[in-house]
């Protein structure tokens, strides 16, 4: 700026009038938290110069693979996760609804989870009748066994896939041991039916402060609570107040709320407004899969199911795919991912950025796709490509 | 004694919280706005748990890296846990030490509510206008972390003037002197107020008297200076005799601070466990860390009824060695331990622990506050080499 002497003074008061005018015109703000900056990120110029952490030992998962093309998707995983030799052991159970001489029993499944901390988990079918006249599906069980209260749907825009809308990046947290899904229903006179939908401070609260600690963590700037009070003024209105009283405990997120109707609508419209959303459990069912279909269908998008102790990694929208079983056409980006989540969770960064890295590139260059995508690619050509562009 | 005591602060507190200005006599020499500003409730809090931010097996954790060395230190941590495969996330909250307004305090405060735990080096409190709180006591006023604990226990590969000490320290945080209640009332006379409450005394008594009992400790010395302030320690001392009584099978004796100082320097290993008012616990605390080693190698704890606080034993800013690679991070790496063992990840921390001790006692890099030349990042990077070479046949979480 200043090497020509002769310019020297004009530059100068050139720049100190541009300086002034954005300043007065409150385009330029003046760094008033200069000490704030510093002290964050101050330390980084001494970090220790070791290699990234990859270590040798080896960490336990539980593996379901689920009705439907379930098995050959998670084949097509533990091939990835061979390739790219990731420390991790499966303890693989058989759990089923539809196939129940081969089941798994639910307790020693549970177990497992409980031991490992962590699972992958195929689609389990649900059958539309019930055979004891028990109304809870093997699924709920599950969930209600291990606690697993919220799921997660990070709905994210994947290079590469052709949809819409681009840029989609929202995460729907669904309340899922309660609300709709309580199997309390009975025939109080003939031809009357009653469906209980149970809404509960406690759950709800945790609920709400899960999808604030999960926008704190994740540098997210908003949540939207997406309920239907106007109409279940008490059920939904319990759940709102829920949220609207953990909100406090956060100032710097924003919080909003809307209506679930009107929440489609904007999904299919204009997506991009959302951030986080956190929902009871049948909007979030709904929804869920709603957003799913806005980037790519059922076989991209990943979810997880947490409790307290545990988490349970499975595809976001729950589709078993049964009329593909054998034909070699399923997508198995969604295992993946799920799989890449699980590494990310278990602090093994560098194989799940890997994993992450192949399946992007893959996508990206667009050539080796699955039916679902477009493509003419089968399952296997799909999973060579991933191990091929394993880096 | 409490109730007395409260029938005659509450309603004056009362009168302050709604912002009226009818306040008694007592008081009104004070200006309002001080008052209010200054003033903490120095009572036991009623607060309502929060759920904890556990999900799936990892949990958050607020981070206040402080002033001084704070940064630095937690930089480290953050550096140890990651090869350790801690499960556990930071959301860090720096607070601006400049700053006159408390906006980052309230929001860290906020943070550790929602997380039940926190991180935490010493934050500085440079304005010395009388409306500003000390952060520090500000912060576990909020939380009413009502006790803090301190293990002085030696590390045989540090030089230093005793060896074998094993000393629980165990402190009332909250009231006692560091009530914040300070007036001038005619010019030139000022008023320091220490408030010392049943309530508060029986709660950290206890947590004393039940350490002692699960941990299989022998003794409690309770430290008081009765001799002089014969209400106000008396009280705590009465407090403790009484309590003493329901825990037969462990001794339990007093010491006056004065004579317990001395007898710290002469003959340290007579204590067990120490239970005491709040500036008792900041000078007994220091002698101690001095006695084993300086402030870079002890942990501090603070435990309310919901909340707990985890910070290097003494609380030192370390302001003149900030950002010249020889501050002693072991005393924030032993502080992020017992986090880790509150968490219940008894197995990472156990892993750490044995870096630090092999660090520490086997390898003997010592930083220069303990008599070595080695840096910050030597130690941490001594530390990183022997978690991997621990954990190298099997996973992080099975012991």
Request: charged letters at 20%.
């Amino acid at each position: 700026m200043c090497t020509d002497p002769a310019g020297h003074f004009g530059s100068m008061a050139a720049l100190g009038k541009n300086f002034f005018n954005l300043v007065a015109r409150g385009t330029l703000s003046l760094p008033s938290h200069h000490a704030r900056c510093l002290h964050g990120s101050a330390p980084n110029e001494n970090s220790i110069q070791a290699p990234v952490s990859k270590p040798k030992s080896r960490t336990k998962c539980t593996l379901i693979p689920g009705d439907g093309v379930g098995p050959e998707l998670m084949y097509s995983m533990t091939e990835v996760f061979k390739a790219a030799g990731v420390p991790i052991d499966f303890e693989q159970f058989f759990f089923s609804e539809v196939n129940q001489l081969m089941s798994a029993p639910l307790e020693d499944v549970a177990a497992s989870i409980r031991k490992n901390g962590i699972c992958l988990k195929g689609i389990l079918s649900t059958p539309d009748y019930s055979r004891t006249g028990e109304l809870q599906t093997l699924n709920m069980k599950l969930r209600r066994e291990l606690d697993l209260f919220a799921n997660v749907v990070h709905v994210r825009s994947l290079p590469g896939v052709k949809s819409r809308h681009t840029n989609i990046d929202t995460v729907i947290i669904r309340e899922q041991i309660e609300g709709e899904y309580s199997a309390l229903e009975h025939e109080t006179v003939k031809g009357v039916v009653e469906c209980l939908k149970i809404v509960t401070q406690r759950n709800s609260a945790r609920i709400a402060k899960f999808a604030f600690d999960y926008a704190t963590k994740n540098n997210r700037k908003k949540v939207t609570a997406v309920h239907k009070a106007n109409i279940m003024k008490l059920g939904d209105g319990l759940f709102l107040r829920s949220c609207q009283e953990i909100a406090k405990l956060y100032p710097k997120i924003k919080f909003e709320s809307m209506i679930v109707d009107n929440c489609t609508m904007q999904m299919v419209s204009n997506p991009r407004q959302f951030d986080v959303c956190v929902m009871p459990n049948l909007y979030g069912n709904i929804v869920d899969n709603l957003a799913a279909g806005l980037v790519g269908g059922a076989g991209v998008v990943a979810g997880a199911s947490y409790s307290s102790k545990c988490v349970v990694f499975e595809p976001g929208a729950r589709h078993t795919f049964s009329e593909a079983v054998g034909k070699n056409v399923a997508n198995p980006t969604a295992m993946l991912l799920c799989g890449t989540k699980m590494l990310n969770h278990v602090n093994l960064q560098y194989y799940g950025d890997m994993i992450r890295g192949a399946v992007d590139r893959v996508l990206k260059a667009g050539k080796v796709r699955t039916k679902d995508l477009g493509g003419q690619s089968t399952t296997n050509e799909f999973t060579f490509a991933i191990i091929n562009n394993l880096k | 004694m409490a109730s007395r005591l409260s029938s005659r602060i509450l309603p004056l507190l009362r009168s302050t919280n709604a912002g009226q200005l009818t306040l008694s006599r007592t008081a009104a020499s004070a200006s309002v706005s001080e008052f209010d500003m200054q003033h903490k409730n120095p009572f036991a809090k009623k607060v309502i748990a929060i759920p904890k931010a556990e999900y799936g097996g990892r949990h958050s954790v607020t981070m206040l890296p402080g002033g001084g060395i704070g940064p630095e230190l937690m930089n480290y941590v953050r550096e140890v846990f990651r090869y350790a495969g801690v499960p556990v996330d930071f959301e860090e909250c720096p607070i601006d030490p400049q700053s006159d307004g408390n906006e980052d305090l309230e929001y860290a405060i906020t943070s550790i509510r929602r997380n039940g735990v926190g991180l935490k080096g010493n934050i500085e409190t440079r304005s010395l206008s009388r409306g500003i709180l000390s952060r520090n006591v500000a912060l576990r006023n909020e939380l009413d972390l009502f006790v803090n604990v301190i293990r002085c226990k030696s590390f045989p590969g540090v030089k230093s003037r005793y060896q074998d000490i094993d000393i629980m320290l165990i402190r009332q945080n909250t009231e006692g002197e560091y009530a914040m209640l300070e007036h001038e009332s005619v010019p030139g006379v000022v008023e320091s107020m220490k408030i010392v409450t049943a309530e508060n005394s029986e709660r950290v008594i206890r947590y004393a008297f039940e350490y002692a009992q699960k941990h299989g400790r022998k003794k409690v010395t309770t430290i008081h200076k009765a001799n002089i302030m014969k209400l106000s320690d008396g009280l705590f001392l009465e407090t403790s005799k009484r309590v003493a009584k329901h825990f037969p099978d462990i001794e339990h004796d007093s010491m006056i601070i004065d004579n317990c100082c001395m007898q710290l320097v002469s003959n340290p290993h007579q204590f067990d466990v120490m239970v005491m008012t709040n500036l008792y616990g900041t000078i007994v605390s220091n002698v101690l860390c001095g006695l084993i080693g300086g402030a870079g190698l002890i942990s501090g704890r603070n435990y309310g009824d919901h909340y707990a606080v985890f910070e290097p034993g003494t609380r030192n800013t370390g302001t003149a060695i900030a950002g010249k690679n020889i501050a002693n991070p072991v005393s924030m790496l032993n502080a992020a331990v017992d986090m880790l063992e509150h968490l219940g990840h008894q197995n990472h921390a156990n892993i750490i622990l044995q870096a630090i001790d092999k660090t520490i006692n086997e390898d003997h890099i010592h930083t220069p506050d303990l008599g070595g030349q080695a840096t910050s990042i030597d130690v941490v990077q001594s530390v990183v080499k022997h978690i991997q070479e621990l954990t190298k046949d099997k996973n992080w979480s099975l012991n």
